[in-house]
């Protein structure tokens, strides 16, 4: 009898096994991945949000890798890695513009380094053309409509590149990917290398565990040959930290920050202009524009000196420094 109780018991349970899976049976992938839950848009709003969240203080470790030649007598270059600790602080916050300013401390020193400026449905942006030179380009609004566009700055406010994209939550990741953008050789490789002039790129900013990326599809191109050297990867990690003291990064931006708003207002004031601005492209040998820039803030770092003083010092320094698109 205790055997047929089980058997029949068994049996029982293996069909109602059965008849749960049979309706719990997994949909197609393909199904799946075209659910309008999985692929969406972020409102103006929630953008905004998203782009807010890349401030705080982070351990960064920056990595860019040529993954292969595109050139066959070029051979890839070693990795370029290094790490550091960044505060991103919020200079601008309206519904339509949001300003964050990277602040670096590595190896005991203090750099200004990058800003990302984020406007939504802009009507125009800069793009880099070559020869260290930008222009001004209209855009209509099919081309920004529900779109952010991100310009980065060097570490000198000096513009490098600005890109266009929608701000999505993808598969669950949320995410902005650009446009192809146009940029002159990064910092890294202004002084060594000579055998390319433009990077051609795809950003993608995203967020993780624990904290965001900035990912760069790019390629290395010599426009004086029309060549593609190769394509490089590059990864910057931001992980949020606790426990480093950043009172070196706030401290510097206390004693800088007037005078670095009365850069940016100058360069306002040269886009406002002019529809092409061009910079000194400085040699191996030669003072860059960052070393002026750097220079004129160290100057007057922590002195009492009134903003229109700073904002003629400013001007002054970036007309000198400017071969076309100067400022009235």
């Known amino acids: 009898m205790k055997l047929k109780l089980s058997y029949v018991f068994v049996t029982a349970l293996m069909m109602g096994i059965s008849s749960v899976n049979a309706a719990q049976q997994p949909v197609k992938l393909a199904d799946a991945l075209q659910q309008q839950s999985l692929h969406e848009n972020l409102t103006q709003e929630q953008a905004?949000?998203?782009?807010?969240?890349?401030?705080?203080?982070?351990?960064?470790?920056?990595?860019f890798e040529e993954l292969y030649s595109?050139?066959?007598d070029y051979k890839v270059k070693k990795d370029d890695l290094s790490s550091g600790y960044e505060t991103v602080v919020v200079l601008e916050n309206t519904p339509n513009k949001v300003s964050l300013q990277h602040i670096l401390v590595a190896e005991g020193h203090v750099v200004k380094h990058w800003r990302q400026d984020w406007e939504y449905e802009p009507t125009k942006m800069w793009s880099y053309i070559g020869d260290y030179r930008w222009k001004s380009i209209d855009l209509k609004p099919e081309q920004s409509k529900g779109k952010w566009l991100q310009t980065v700055?060097?570490?000198?406010?000096?513009?490098?590149?600005?890109?266009?994209?929608?701000?999505?939550?993808?598969?669950?990741?949320?995410?902005?990917?650009?446009?192809?953008?146009?940029?002159?050789?990064?910092?890294?490789?202004?002084?060594?290398?000579?055998?390319?002039?433009?990077?051609i790129g795809i950003n993608r900013h995203a967020f993780?565990?624990?904290?965001?990326?900035?990912?760069q599809d790019n390629i290395k191109f010599d426009t004086k040959t029309n060549t593609a050297l190769a394509r490089e990867l590059g990864v910057n990690q931001y992980n949020k930290v606790e426990g480093y003291d950043f009172k070196a990064a706030y401290d510097y931006w206390k004693k800088n920050a007037t005078y670095w708003s009365a850069v940016r207002?100058?360069?306002?004031?040269?886009?406002?202009?002019?529809?092409?601005?061009?910079?000194?492209?400085?040699?191996?040998?030669?003072?860059?524009?960052?070393?002026?820039?750097?220079?004129?803030?160290?100057?007057?770092?922590?002195?009492?000196?009134?903003?229109?003083?700073?904002?003629?010092?400013?001007?002054?320094?970036?007309?000198?420094?400017?071969?076309?698109?100067?400022?009235?």
């Open 208 to 215: 993780t565990a624990t904290g965001w990326v900035h990912e």
């Open 265 to 328: 207002d100058a360069w306002a004031n040269a886009f406002n202009q002019n529809q092409i601005v061009a910079l000194k492209f400085a040699g191996k040998n030669e003072k860059s524009h960052f070393s002026y820039f750097n220079d004129q803030a160290k100057s007057v770092a922590g002195k009492t000196v009134k903003a229109e003083q700073l904002q003629t010092q400013a001007k002054t320094l970036l007309n000198q420094q400017l071969i076309e698109g100067k400022i009235n």
């Open 153 to 199: 700055w060097q570490v000198d406010d000096s513009p490098r590149y600005a890109g266009l994209g929608a701000w999505t939550k993808d598969n669950g990741a949320v995410e902005w990917v650009s446009n192809e953008t146009y940029r002159p050789l990064p910092r890294r490789e202004h002084t060594t290398r000579n055998d390319y002039d433009v990077i």
């Open 48 to 63: 905004r949000q998203a782009i807010l969240k890349m401030a705080g203080e982070y351990k960064v470790d920056f990595r």
């Open 70 to 72: 595109l050139k066959p």
